[in-house]
């Protein structure tokens, strides 16, 4: 069954590949600390990784100017522009593809995105907070997250990195990270203990949903070689 033999050769070919240069794009709407991050561990070398493209919902944030400094291709892709959110995400799914991502990695990016079936298992999210159980959905971002976790009595948050699906923050989880609530947190504080164990996670995910993934990695590779 040559098929089959051309699919195994595929995805060892993406596993060679991938293990020296798995091919991100990031999308953000703010400030970029995660993006920072990601750059941080592929100049340390532990992320095998390049990032080639980083899209912004929103102008002049500082996650562009990161991307500048670092001579990464960004571009500004604002959801006014657009009449829904399939619109929306066709458009930046159009800006994405030149680029040729394995991986899009969401980072801090606030608008949905409607998943067409060529890209589904090929988005990433980090949510700071543990999915599925904790605050999540349209709305909860930032310390409105950490505010509700502490509201909820709970004595344990984190963040969770998950496969983006059509619904908010619900796709299946790859992995968390477990952080304590401390009886005197604030969102503030609550909030810089989650994202020092992002700064963990992150790559960690990628790197490990990557691995695991191979056949989805070399179908998107083969995709763009039109074969
Ligand atoms: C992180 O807390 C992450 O969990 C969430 O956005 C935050 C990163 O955004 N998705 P930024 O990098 O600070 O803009």
New binding site residues.
Partial sequence: MAGVVGTQQEIASAADESATSLTLAVL??????????LLRVIDAGSLQARISVVISSRPA???LEIADGAGIATAVIERKGFPDDLAYSEAVYAVVAPYQPDLIV????LRKLIVPPEWEGRIL????ALLPESAAGKGF??ER?HAAVIASGADESG?SVHVVDNEYDAGPVVMRAIVPVLPDDTPASL?AR??AA?CELYPEAIRTYAAEHLDLIAAGRRQRSGG
């Fill in positions: 953000l709407s703010g400030t970029g600390r995660s993006l920072a991050n944030v500082r996650g969401m980072a801090g990016f999210n980090i949510h700071p971002y930032g997250v963040a909030g989650v994202f992002e």
